[in-house]
């Protein structure tokens, strides 16, 4: 069984709705209700911020500083993790607009980067914005896709910025009439190499959870059968070096098509995550709202156990008002397999009652007016 990472301690300064806030944790699952507006999810997002990218909300970072406050956020928490115990602090310093970076420090020292976090904890998550992931934007089902591989492939947000960077100075190129074949053909090699990389990573991970939801034996929520399209379909089994000289020569061969188009009209950004309810042999897209939830429910739940299953360590686990359209057997059937997975979860609701069938697996903490009390 995967060993437990968990929380002891979180406290934060001037975030969001919270001038000062601090819960004292016992490693027990975590449970936050209150009135709408209260304050629940800003919880949940700065615990978000104990892993690498902008958190669950994907927030302007200055935004996330309370209203008035003179200074930028904090957030520092003490965790059980992979590492062992340690004491990690993020936070911005004053200042304006999308320049601004997060700083880390992992027990006083300042790290080199955000990705230092994934040495000590996973953390996935599930909100009630991403119940239109299957409706929505190809974009939006991209961004969730990556979001599965960084936690198991650190490298892969490196990858994918390094790819958007490239393939902007590619455009710019092409948008300016600026067709010099060795500038271009030195961007297009870095793109070619960083895009096949990251389709790769991407299929890896799809394998890895289509192998573990054929030995997941019987749960409550329905089973994803997940595939991509919309680059290199169904080519990926072919040597790496063959695929990116094929993306080279799509490259190639478009500029004349992209520089018209004023973009790239192949590579990994044009991908799409498909989603089917096995059972019903149906899209998700065409499912019901509340099979929709499940499917994802499902999916969310099955990478969580992949991650335990990779690494060693259970993740913790964000659940935003997970249990609002559930009925009670559905909620109960919930919990035992979040219980299961062996981490520490946090979960929201306005409702206590709703998450009774935890009983004293969690710990209950009520949020109201920028305060939390027992």
């Known amino acids: 069984m995967a060993q437990k990472t968990s929380l002891s301690r979180l406290k934060l300064t001037d975030f969001r ?37 902008r958190g669950l909300r994907r927030a302007v970072l200055s935004d996330v500083t309370r209203v008035g406050a003179a200074a930028g956020f904090t957030i520092f928490a003490d965790v059980d993790g992979m590492d062992g115990e340690v004491s990690i602090g993020t936070g911005i310093e004053p200042g304006e607009g999308e320049s601004v970076t997060r700083k880390l420090r992992i027990n006083g020292t ?117 595939t991509l399209e919309g680059f290199m379909d169904g080519a990926m089994d072919r040597p790496a070096a063959d695929l990116e000289e094929d993306y080279l020569d799509m490259l190639r061969n478009g500029r004349g098509r992209d520089a018209a188009a004023g973009r790239t009209l192949d590579g990994p950004h044009r991908t799409d995550l498909l989603v089917r309810h096995r059972e019903k042999d149906m899209e998700a897209a065409r499912c019901s709202t509340g099979e929709q939830k499940a499917l994802l429910i499902g999916l969310v739940l099955a990478h969580a156990r992949l991650t335990a299953d990779m690494t060693g360590y259970a993740p913790i686990l964000l659940l935003d008002e997970i249990a609002a359209h559930l009925d009670e057997g559905r909620r109960a059937a919930l919990f035992d397999l979040v219980h299961g997975l062996g981490g520490q979860s946090f979960m929201t609701g306005t409702d206590r009652a709703m998450f009774s069938a935890l009983a004293d697996r969690a710990q209950f903490f009520t949020v109201a007016h920028g305060g939390i009390s027992v």
């Not at 001038?19 to 629940?40: C, F, I, Q, W, Y």
């Not at 080199?112 to 974009?139: I, K, N, Q, Y």
């Not at 192998?211 to 997941?216: D, E, K, R």
């Open 17 to 53: 709705n919270y001038a000062e806030a601090a819960l004292s944790l016992d490693g027990r699952h975590v449970v936050l209700t209150g009135e709408n507006g209260a304050g629940k999810t800003n919880l949940l997002e700065a615990v978000s911020f104990l892993s690498p990218g």
């Open 110 to 226: 300042p790290a080199r980067s955000t990705e230092e976090l994934t040495d000590h904890l996973s953390v996935l998550w599930l909100t009630p914005a991403m119940d239109g992931l299957f409706t929505g934007a190809s974009s939006d089902r991209r961004r969730f896709l990556d979001r599965l591989v960084l936690s198991l492939d650190p490298a892969h947000g490196r990858r994918a910025s390094d790819f958007e960077r490239a393939m902007r100075s590619r455009n710019r190129l092409l948008s300016e009439g600026r067709f010099d074949p060795s500038w271009l053909s030195a961007i297009e090699a870095q793109m070619a190499g960083l895009g096949i990389a990251m389709a790769a990573a991407r299929q890896e991970m799809l394998g890895l959870l289509r192998a573990l939801s054929g030995n997941s034996g019987e749960t409550p929520f329905p089973t994803p059968v997940l």
